[in-house]
Each structure stands twice: as C-alpha cells, then as structure tokens.
C-alpha cells in the first residue's frame, strides 16, 4: 500500500516576477516501510519536494497524497496537526529546542499531541535508550554532540509514531563515524517500527544504505532505482 | 499549557542581559509610578479629609438657596423634629448645627475678613474633633462670651490666647451685628484656607450677635462610611421638604475642589503616560529582537507540528514573565518605600517660601503617600495591559508565519 502518491507536481517560485521552475510534473509513489533516498545536484529541488510532502508548502499544480489525504484539501491548522500526527521530520542543522533537556526535546511531538505522561515517558525512554542516549536524557542541546543532537531530533520524529519521517539531508554536518552511527539506527528503526524514511541527501555514505534512489535534476526525476539491501 | 509555561520561563534566561534591562526598565516604571500616584493621591486625601472631616462634613443641610448666596437670611430653625428624622437614616452618625456667615475682625490696627461660626462645642467636636486641634488655650467649656481663632488668622491679626478680637458684620435681615470677645484659643486647620478664615463662637453667642436667636444655617453629617453618603443623600432628599431645605454632598459644595483634582491628576495620567510609552517602546525592542532572531526556530516550531495560536502564547507568556518579574521587583522596591512616605510626610513646612506657595493652591506643605492595595494594583494592571496590547505583534507576526520562509532566515 502506498503511504505516499505525487502526480504531476509542480512548484514555480516567483511566478509574477522572474519564475524560478523547482519541479516539473514530478510523479512518484512511496510503499510503507521504504528507506528511500532522493538524491542529486544542489538546485535540483530535493529540499523542495520535501517541504511540498511534508505541507510546509504548497505545490503550484499537482497533487500530493498522504495515505489517501489530499493535502490541498486541508486548511492551515488542520495542516499542522496532520504533519504533528503523520509525518516526522530531520534537519540538518537537527533544530532542538535549546531550552529543552534531550527527553523533552524527544516528547515535545508527543506533548503537542497531548498525550498520556506514562505514554510518553515509557516511548521516549525506550527509543533513547534505543539509539544509546539513556545516559544522556537530561542534557540540554549545547551538551551533546552533533552525532548526538541528531539521534535526539531522529527521537523527536519517531516518537510520536508517524506514517514516515522525511529527512532533510540528516548526515550534512555529520563526521562519518557519526554518519554511520545514525544510518544504523535509521535503518533499525525502519526495519523493527516498520516507518518509512524519505531522504534528501547527497551523502554518498547515505546513498549507498538506501533500498531505493530516486535521482532528480532540474526539477524532474531522471532515474528511480531499487536496490535489495 | 504547561509546556508553553515551561518553554516561555526558560526561554527568557536564555538572554538573561536583555531580559534583565527589560525587566529593569519595567521595575523603574513601576517604582517612579506607585510613588508618584501614592503622593498625589495621598495630598489630595489629605487635603480633602482637611476640608471635609474637620469642617464641611460629607452631606449639609441648609434653607432651600443658601448655598448660591451663603445669605444669613435663609437660615432657618433645628427643631427637634428635623433633628430626630436626619439622625435615624442609618449611616447617620450624628448632627452639627452652625450659624455661619462673613464678618470683619480687628485687633488693633489690623483687619480682616473671616467665616464667624456658631456652633454646639460638644456636638462640633463630635464630628471634626475640634478640641483636639487646639494649639493654645483652652476650648469652650459654656456658653461663654469668647472666640477660637485659626491659627493662621491669629498669626496674621498678631493676637494670642486672652486677646481681645472685635467681630462686625451684618446679621440676620440686616441687622447690625458687633460684638467683643475674648480670644479662648488658637485652632490649628489642615487646610491653609480654613486656617486663616476660621472664627468659632458657641452658638448661643453667634445667635446673639447676629441677632438670629434659635436659628441655623446649616446641619452638617458626620457618616459611618463614606460610601453610604449617596444613599444618605437619596433618603434625605425623600424626606425633608425641600421647598425649605437643600441637601447637598460635598462634591456639590466644592466643586472646585473635585475639579481641582481631576485636573491634578489628568496631569499625573499624563506623565504616567510619558512614562510608560517609554518603557513600551523598550519592551517593544525586546519583542522585536525575540521575534526577529527566532523566526527560524518559529517556523521549525511550527513545521513539527506546533500550532501559530500555541506559539504566540508561549511567546505572549515569555512578555508577561519578563513584566511581572519587573512589577514584583518595583513592588517589593515600592512597598517600605511608599510605607515610609505614607508614615513620614514629606514635609515642606521647614520652607517657609514652599509653604506659602502650596498654600496658595490651598494645600499643606505635607505630603504624605497613601498606603492603598488599589494604587498597587493599578501598575500591575497597566503593565499587564501594555504588555498583552506590545504581543500583539507577536501574534500577528506568527500568524503569517510560513514554516519554509522562515526556515530560510
């Protein structure tokens, strides 16, 4: 079943004044349980088409399917509290709350969505400990590592248990050991939760651990390869 | 709920230099203004217990007309009939009859106008304390032939306790009115007005020497609360004809008065104003700043799933900490200071230029602080309000956030 169906989505930036083409009839399908890469040059429209299946934007034709849900259909809030309950998302630059300790940073989702607190605790705990930061719950963002920063914000999407975590080039300010830490957690993840991972990269150290390499240049996808790792 | 509380209180110390001299600015505030409405309000208390409590009374009765032209022609008889009907409306603690009217007084070379009042020394004690108020001499024990002079007229006439003052005036239907009296005592008034016009005779003596016998111009109340003189004010107004007697509060008695301090204190609002459009245009920076330099993780915020109305109360909540932590702090500074004036006066009297000119706006040079919850209470609620009007813009700022334009900053 598919969690995720793109037809003929386009997004042109600027479009009064000088119209800037970021996608062009972008047609893709994602099954649940996918650890999918979108890959290419920077200016491609990775990042673009990210925000578009997240609802962070809105495409300028097309649709956009999440398990069945038109996106255009939703109004502003309703947007929010679907990619709150749906979708989880990974940055670069790993986004915590720098007030928050790593636990809370982890439950913040979970919180938004109100939650039970035992509910809470017992997930965040568990997949902490999951990805090795059990001795590290109470830290604040500025005490941990880049490596660290990011398995906590990876937490915070996973937390809430989302359809599938879009991931916006997650190893960018990564070193490789940090890199490879990460993608065998994602991976895990994947395979024991059974959530779906959408990357942007162009990481070749991420590119080579996805199932499936989808490859876009100049706003249309070019090649969509599926690997059996 | 809790989380926005959570996140708003640790988000202000994560500038904790710019939350300080927000919220410094805001105790300043607080501080200049709890003591400025706290003096201001205290003098003219002072100045309106001066003029009411220890003469006017808060409601008068008089001869329907007195009041428009004080004429000693429409003074009119206390029976014990209209004394018995003022003292049962409840709130009525008890009555003062006077005999009031305009004479000239002399001793030696000297002259000048005053207000000759006859009253009931016990009764008038009653109400305004009188006795107490003695600063030479003795007070009435009779009936007797004999003055109580403001202290201010006393100076001004150079006469003493045992003086002789003269007294000379129209009586009632025209009546030549004169008289010799032995000064008793010297009276000490609040007010700088009542200080230099006030001359009291027993009332038996004015009656005589305004040739007015068993007559009146005016019952003054002394109320339980000062609250009940509205409905003291409707009752009587019900119950006496008022075809012969006028009623009157002391609003009505002395307009100028009321006038006078709202005009005083339009001009306080005024630099309160000043004041504190100061102060918004600091916190305004500071919500500028906070908005500005977290635009990016504003639009993270709401990209995870945060909704635009949960954001703009947290940062709403982020304002009002730094506020009240400015309000506590001028309060706790305000509090033993605004204690300290209302227990010790400012006073003024040591300079005697000072002194004459606050008499000239009919204030004694003593100016205490009114000690009062409300006037506290105020400032809280100004900074309240300013700060919930400055989050506005806040709310309008993430209300047209887009999470993709923000995560580009």
Redesign the interface.
């Known amino acids: 079943m598919n969690v995720l169906d793109i037809t003929g989505v386009t997004k042109v930036y600027n479009p009064d004044t000088v119209p800037v083409h970021a996608l062009r009839g972008v047609d893709l399908e994602v099954s649940a349980g996918e650890f999918t890469a979108i890959v290419g040059p920077s200016g491609s429209g990775k990042t673009t088409l990210l ?1 578009l299946i ?1 609802g ?2 809105r495409p300028t034709a097309g649709q956009i399917r999440i398990n069945g849900i038109d996106l255009a259909t939703l109004s ?2 309703k947007l ?2 679907f ?3 749906h979708i989880g ?1 990974v ?1 670069q630059s790993y ?1 915590l ?4 300790t790593a636990r809370e940073n982890a439950e ?2 979970m ?3 109100k939650r039970p607190r035992a509910e809470r605790e017992a997930r965040v705990t568990q997949l902490l400990r999951e990805v090795g930061l059990e001795d590290r719950m109470d830290y604040r963002p500025t005490q941990l590592s880049g490596g660290q920063q990011q398995r906590v914000a990876v937490v ?2 996973l937390a809430p248990r989302p359809r599938f975590i879009l991931a916006d080039e997650p190893t960018a300010n990564l070193d490789s050991v940090s890199t490879a830490n990460l993608l065998d957690i994602m991976a895990r993840l994947n395979r024991e939760e059974g959530v779906t991972f959408l990357f942007s990269t162009h990481d070749q150290r991420v590119i080579d651990r996805a199932r499936r390499v989808v490859r876009l240049e100049d706003g249309q996808i070019v090649s969509d390869e599926v690997f059996d790792r | 709920m809790r ?1 926005l509380v959570v ?1 708003a209180w ?2 202000i ?2 500038n904790k230099r710019r939350t300080w001299i927000t919220a410094a600015s805001i105790f300043f505030a607080v501080l200049l203004s709890t003591l400025m409405v706290s003096i201001q309000k205290g003098a003219w208390d002072r100045m309106e217990e001066s003029v009411v409590n220890y003469y006017f009374g808060y409601v008068q009765i008089h001869g329907r007309g007195y009041w428009e032209d004080r004429s000693i022609d429409r003074a009119f008889a206390e029976t014990d009939s209209l004394r018995r009907l003022v003292e049962e409306i409840p709130g009525v603690e008890t009555t003062v009859p006077r005999l009031e009217s305009f004479a000239l007084a002399a001793h030696g070379e000297r002259t000048l106008g005053v207000m000759a009042v006859g009253i009931d020394p016990e009764r008038e004690h009653a109400m305004t304390r009188l006795r107490e108020r003695l600063v030479q001499g003795s007070y009435f024990e009779d009936d007797e032939e004999a003055v109580l002079v403001a202290e201010g007229m006393a100076e001004r006439l150079d006469i003493q306790a045992g003086d002789t003052l003269v007294l000379l005036s129209q009586g009632y239907h025209g009546v030549n009115a004169a008289g010799k009296y032995v000064v008793k005592g010297l009276i000490h008034f609040g007010s700088p007005e009542l200080n230099r016009l006030m001359v009291y005779l027993p009332l038996p003596v004015a009656q005589y020497f305004y040739g007015a016998d068993g007559l009146i111009t005016s019952i003054a109340l002394k109320v339980t609360e000062k609250d009940d003189v509205p409905q003291i004010l409707a009752t009587l107004q019900q119950r006496l004809d008022t075809t012969r007697y006028e009623v009157m509060d002391w609003h009505q008695m002395m307009p100028e008065l009321v006038e006078a301090r709202a005009v005083d204190t339009a001009g306080n609002y005024l630099m309160l104003l000043i004041l504190y459009l100061i102060v918004s245009f600091g916190i305004f920076g500071t919500i500028l700043m906070m908005t500005a330099e977290r635009t990016y ?1 504003f639009g ?9 109305l ?1 954001l703009s109360v947290e940062v709403w909540l982020e304002v009002l900490f730094i506020a009240l932590l400015g309000t506590l702090l001028g309060f706790l500074a305000s509090f033993p200071l605004v204690y300290y004036f209302h227990r010790h006066p400012i006073d003024l009297s040591g300079s005697p230029e000072m002194a004459e000119t606050y008499a000239q706006f009919g204030f004694e040079p003593v100016f205490p602080a009114a000690f009062e919850p409300m006037v506290f209470l105020g400032q809280a609620i100004v900074v309240f309000i300013i700060t919930s009007v400055l989050a506005l813009y806040p709310f309008w700022k993430i209300g047209r956030l ?3 334009t923000a ?1 580009r900053h």
Not at chain 2, 300 to 308: D, E, T
Request: glycine residues 4%.
């Open positions: 925000n997240g962070l934007d502003a809030n929010i509290d990619r709150r309950d998302f940055f986004n709350i720098p007030v928050l913040f989702v919180l938004l969505q915070r999407a | 989380t996140l640790r988000n110390w994560r993780e993270v915020l709401v990209a995870i799933g945060m909704r635009r949960q887009q999470p993709v995560m």
